[in-house]
C-alpha cells in the first residue's frame, strides 16, 4: 500500500486517481477536470505538460538519462548554471544542485555552518529563525522552521536555534530591536539569519513588507551574519518579481530554490552560492572541501527540464502576466470579502499568490483546523483542488491560467465561503 504524505492513515477518504494534466488542469480516471488552483504544491508555475519543458525531457532522455556528478558534468547541468547566474544578475558565483526544497535548505544550512567552521569560528552555529516559517521537512529544515504540528514529534532531534516572532504585513517592526539586541549578545554564536522573503508560505501565506528584508540584511552586515534566504515558494516571478530579494534589493549569501525550477516537471533544487561564502571553501584542504551529494545530484532530465522552464521565465511576458494574476485575485478576494464580511477577512494578493483568512470563532485556527479536509472535498466536488492551510485558504495557481479557470476556482471558493460556518 502507498503511504501518502501529510495523510492520516484512518478516517480518511480515498486518494483521487488521476490520470493525465494539461495547461492549469488535471484529469482524474474517470476523465473528470479540475482546475489545479495551488500548481500541484507550487510547482506548475508554466502549466501542467508544458509542450517545451516535454520536449526537453523528451530529448534529453534520448541522449544521456544520468551520470555521477561527481567527476563529471554534462551539457544541461552547465546550462542551469549559467541562466541561474544570468537570471540574478551575477550576485552569486556557484550553483549546487539537489533534489527538492528542504535538501536545497539543508545544504545552504550545512554549507553557512562549514564557511564558520572554515574561518576558523566553529561556534558560530546557531540560527536565527522565524516563528511561522517552513523550510520543509527533513531534520536541518525542520530545526530552521517554526514550533508546529509538523515537527513537534522531532523536537528533540532539532538542533538549537534562536526564533523570533514573524512580523506580518503592517505590523510594527520592534522585532528587529530583539533581534539586534540577541545578536549583539551573541556575536559568537550566532550564524546567520534564515527567513522565506516576503512570504511565509506553509505558516499560512503571511505576508510581510520588503523594508523587514533591508533590515535584517542591515543587521546581517552590522554584525557579519550569512543572509540565507529560502525562495523554494517565492524564487521564478511567484512574487511578481524574479526573486522575492529583488523587492528589497539585498541580496542574501546563499539562496535556495526549487518548485518552479524544472514547472513541476521532475524534482531539481539548486543552493546558489554567493563569491564570500565560495571563497572560504576554495582550497586543495581536505578539511575545507564540503562532503555533501545526492546519488541523483545534477540530474540531466531535472536539468533539461529547468532549461526549458528558466527560458519560459526569461520570456517577455512572464512577469507582466503575474503582475495581472495578483490584481485579478485581489479584486476576487474584496468582493468575497464584502459579500462574507463576518465570515472572511485578510484578503492580501502578491504575484501569482493570494489568500484570506476565514474567522474561526472558538475553533483553533492552526494546520488542523478541524474545516480543512470538508473545504478541499467540498473544493474536489466542484472540480477544484485546493488546500487551505488551516484557517487560510490561498490560490497559487500556474502563472497562465485562464480567466476562466480563475473564474471557476473563486466561484467555488464562494460557495465553500457560503456554507462555512464559524
Ligand atoms: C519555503 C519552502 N521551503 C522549503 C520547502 C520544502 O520543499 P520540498 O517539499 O520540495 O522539500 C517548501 C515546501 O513547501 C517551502 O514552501
Not at 563569491?275 to 564540503?290: G, P
Not at 540531466?300 to 495581472?324: H, I, T, Y
Request: with cysteine; proline share 4%; net charge negative.
Amino acid at each position: 500500500m502507498i503511504w501518502h504524505p501529510f495523510t492520516a492513515q484512518l478516517g480518511g477518504e480515498a486518494p483521487l486517481k488521476i490520470s493525465r494534466a494539461e495547461r492549469e488542469y488535471v484529469f482524474d480516471v474517470e476523465g473528470r477536470r479540475y482546475v489545479d488552483a495551488i500548481a500541484s504544491w507550487w510547482t506548475v508555475i508554466h502549466g501542467h505538460n508544458h509542450p517545451q519543458i516535454v520536449g526537453a525531457i523528451n530529448r534529453q532522455l534520448a541522449e544521456l538519462d544520468h551520470v555521477i556528478f561527481a567527476g563529471f558534468t554534462h551539457e544541461s547541468a552547465e546550462l542551469v548554471d549559467r541562466a541561474l547566474m544570468h537570471l540574478t544578475g551575477e550576485r552569486f558565483t556557484h550553483t549546487f544542485f539537489s533534489d527538492n526544497g528542504s535538501t536545497a535548505v539543508e545544504v545552504m544550512l550545512k554549507l553557512a555552518v562549514q564557511y564558520w567552521h572554515n574561518e576558523g569560528q566553529p561556534a558560530r552555529n546557531v540560527f536565527i529563525k522565524f516563528d511561522s516559517a517552513y523550510h520543509g521537512d527533513t531534520v536541518g529544515a525542520m530545526s530552521a522552521g517554526g514550533e508546529s504540528v509538523f515537527n513537534r514529534a522531532f523536537e528533540p532531534l532539532l538542533f538549537k536555534t534562536k526564533s523570533f516572532r514573524y512580523p506580518q504585513q503592517d505590523a510594527d517592526l520592534t522585532v528587529l530591536d530583539e533581534i539586534e539586541t540577541w545578536v549583539r549578545q551573541n556575536r559568537d554564536s550566532a550564524a546567520g539569519i534564515i527567513v522565506e522573503p516576503l512570504i511565509a508560505a506553509a505558516g499560512g501565506m503571511h505576508f510581510q513588507e520588503p523594508q523587514l528584508l533591508t533590515a535584517i540584511d542591515r543587521i546581517c552586515k552590522s554584525y557579519d551574519l550569512l543572509l540565507l534566504f529560502d525562495e523554494v515558494f517565492t524564487g521564478l516571478g511567484r512574487t511578481g518579481k524574479m526573486f522575492a530579494y529583488e523587492h528589497a534589493g539585498v541580496t542574501p549569501d546563499l539562496l535556495a530554490l526549487a518548485k518552479g525550477l524544472t514547472g513541476g516537471s521532475l524534482p531539481l533544487a539548486v543552493t546558489l552560492v554567493a563569491e564570500r561564502v565560495h571563497r572560504s571553501f576554495a582550497s586543495a584542504d581536505a578539511q575545507k572541501t564540503f562532503y555533501h551529494g545526492h546519488t541523483m545530484s545534477g540530474n540531466p532530465l531535472g536539468c533539461a527540464a529547468a532549461v526549458a522552464s528558466l527560458a519560459l521565465c526569461n520570456e517577455e511576458k512572464f512577469l507582466p502576466q503575474v503582475r495581472a494574476l495578483q490584481q485579478k485575485m485581489l479584486r476576487y478576494w474584496r468582493n468575497l470579502e464584502g459579500l462574507f464580511p463576518e465570515r472572511l477577512h485578510s484578503a492580501r494578493s502578491l504575484g501569482a499568490v493570494s489568500a484570506a483568512n476565514l474567522h474561526t470563532g472558538s475553533a483553533a485556527a492552526g494546520y488542523t483546523f478541524r474545516h480543512g479536509a470538508e473545504m478541499r472535498r467540498q473544493a474536489l466536488a466542484e472540480g477544484v483542488i485546493l488546500r487551505p492551510l488551516g484557517n487560510v485558504i490561498y490560490v497559487t495557481p500556474p502563472y497562465n491560467i485562464s480567466d476562466s479557470a480563475l473564474e471557476k476556482t473563486f466561484a467555488c471558493i464562494g460557495e465553500i465561503i457560503n456554507d462555512y460556518e464559524p
